[in-house]
């Protein structure tokens, strides 16, 4: 072979070697957490709220990574929803402040504000960021885990089977910075049934109740999930009842020329009878209704319309 041919060959691998270095220098790795999570998928999401009274508000950000393939999440006050796609489930991180009832620790917040009396304690299996003085607790149906963190302690209830979501918690990171100006609060109506107040002349009474919100743009979606949400104990013992069955997911909402289009996991068909599917409607529409932009109502389940909420 003539020497103009070695030269030739030199010059091509050592481009081919160059290539390769570049491609190994610069190639982006698949991000891997501390429990060996591995998603090229991976977003954050970031939740920023107010908190606080008599002149101290601390501006709490929540941040999470997650794959949105395997999880959905939503904000809802001074909570983040999450919802596992394989399992249909929901859980919950929670910020709770301690400048109202003063809790000495993360034991005594838990017990004492009973998320779980049916939980036993058990090993803390996740590696949380910046966490301190650290508790799990278990049931047959639910991990939960709470630590301290200013302005209190942050408290996550995670339904099982929880290998999914347990993977993303690792991610999760809390801040607070103190502010001196309180967000504008406003209420909304959220509709129930309650035979005390009204008796049940058709299936579409329901009766409002109030839910306190800072003043946002997305006051439907927030009207909607605290529809979701339920009742407070002290509404359950006034005689409120929901027809909404738990564990129902809001996919989208959104109002396009007067009309609220909102769209739920197939969670809110289970149930039975045509007058709890009526109320069901009902409800729904009455929360939505009390909105001047809004003048009808369209629910669908997964995208269905034409054949949801069947007696």
Not at 41 to 70: A, I, M, N, R
Not at 152 to 169: A, H, N, Q, S, Y
Not at 239 to 251: E, R
């Amino acid at each position: 072979m003539s020497p103009k041919f070695f030269k030739i060959l030199t010059i091509v691998l050592a481009v081919m070697l160059a290539g390769l270095i570049i491609y190994t220098v610069f190639q982006k790795p698949p991000q891997q957490e501390d429990n060996g999570y591995i998603s090229r998928e991976t977003e954050t999401f970031t939740h920023v709220f107010v908190t606080g009274y008599e002149g101290v508000y601390p501006e709490v950000t929540v941040k999470l990574d997650y794959d949105p393939k395997v999880i959905d999440l939503r904000s809802f006050g001074a909570e983040i929803l999450l919802h596992n796609k394989n399992t249909d489930q929901i859980g919950s991180i929670r910020v709770i402040s301690n400048d109202g009832p003063g809790f000495s620790s993360p034991k005594q917040a838990f017990e004492e504000m009973h998320y779980c009396d049916t939980c036993a304690p058990k090993t803390v299996d996740i590696n949380f960021k910046n966490a301190s003085d650290i508790l799990a607790f278990e049931s047959e149906k639910e991990s939960w885990y709470i630590f301290a963190h200013d302005p209190g302690f942050v408290v996550m209830r995670i339904p099982k089977p929880d290998t999914e979501v347990k993977k993303i918690l690792p991610s999760l990171t809390v801040s607070t910075r103190m502010t001196n100006t309180m967000p504008e609060q406003a209420v909304l109506k959220v509709y129930f049934t309650n035979d005390k107040i009204k008796p049940v002349k058709n299936c579409t009474e329901v009766v409002p109740v109030e839910r306190y919100y800072t003043k946002t743009s997305q006051v439907a979606t927030f009207a909607i999930l605290s529809l979701l949400n339920g009742l407070y104990q002290n509404e359950i013992d006034a005689g409120y009842t929901t027809n909404i069955p738990k564990g129902v997911w809001l996919n989208s909402i959104r109002v396009e020329d007067s009309v609220a289009y909102v769209d739920f996991s197939k969670k809110l068909e289970e149930g039975g009878g045509s007058c709890h599917m009526t109320a069901l409607r009902s409800q729904i529409e009455q929360t939505l209704l009390e909105f001047p932009t809004v003048k009808s109502v369209q629910i669908s389940v997964e995208g269905r319309t034409g054949d949801i909420l069947q007696p």
